[in-house]
């Protein structure tokens, strides 16, 4: 949640844990605490890190993608809409938020966590919620009903269906790709029906000669998706973002070092 990254986030909890081994015991009055100001202040150092590194990124940049979370909580935590909100925090706002709206903390010990005043801590966070109200799912949709529209969009994108594709499309859809510079995709997200169905249709014509090979569908980061293999042997995951039984966003990720851990592909890569 906070940095959007299983391998900067496992850094992170690397880091903490050896500081946690040279902690002195005996003067440790609430162990819970310190590490909760531990694991927060290392990644905040992560955070600004990682906004100077994004200045130069190829393209729309995506989180890492997250999958099948074991329980509802989770994925209305990590959903790819309320991840990109928070990217758009600063470090601080975004801290304040987490540990305290998701995490439950009160702000005298988000406080002492971040080294801002409590009533500093509760205008971040306040800050933040305003920023990210938008962000959070307004049409929960359940999963059977999601993998079945992703399995709809998979069939009508890869056979050239436009009909049945125009059909699941908002009109303001928006296509976000997240290739990092490392493989092909667009450095534009494509905005509205026309651009996306125009998208598409020329994928189509891509797969009839290198067809696209689905390796499975999941929750990806809350939302329905699938994972597959593209031409080029290319590991991709799409997710959708559904209202009112339209898509009204399509997240695809194809940078390679964010998908080190899909389930599934490896055999493909071989």
């Not at 906070?2 to 900067?8: N, W």
């Not at 436009?162 to 494509?190: K, T």
């Amino acid at each position: 949640r906070m940095l959007g990254s299983v391998a900067d986030a496992e850094d992170v909890v690397h880091s903490a844990w050896v500081r946690w081994l040279a902690a002195d015991r005996d003067q440790m009055r609430d162990p819970k605490a310190l590490l909760h100001t531990i694991v927060t202040r290392l990644a905040l150092n992560e955070l600004k890190s990682a906004r100077r590194r994004r200045d130069t990124y190829v393209g729309p940049w995506l989180p890492e993608p997250f999958f099948d979370p074991e329980d509802e909580e989770s994925a209305d935590d990590l959903t790819l809409p309320l991840m990109i909100a928070l990217e758009r925090l600063s470090p601080l706002e975004r801290a304040a938020f987490l540990l305290h709206d998701v995490f439950g903390l009160g702000f005298d010990a988000v406080s002492e966590t971040i080294g801002r005043e409590a009533a500093t801590c509760r205008k971040l966070a306040s800050r933040a919620r305003a920023h990210i109200h938008d962000a959070r799912p307004r049409f929960v949709v359940d999963n059977e009903e999601g993998l079945r529209l992703a399995n709809a969009f998979f069939t009508a994108t890869r056979t050239g269906d436009l009909a049945a594709l125009r059909a699941m499309l908002a009109e303001d859809v928006v296509v976000y790709a997240d290739g990092g510079g490392r493989v092909p995709a667009p450095i534009r997200p494509l905005v509205g029906l026309e651009a996306t169905t125009e998208r598409f249709a020329a994928l189509a014509r891509l797969f009839t000669v290198h067809p696209s090979r689905l390796i499975r569908y999941a929750t990806i980061n809350g939302l329905p998706g699938f994972i597959t293999v593209e031409n080029g042997n290319v590991v991709q995951t799409t997710a959708l973002h559904i209202e009112n039984e339209r898509v009204v966003a399509i997240y695809v990720t194809r940078n390679p070092d964010k998908l080190q851990n899909v389930p599934g592909v490896t055999g493909w890569r071989n």
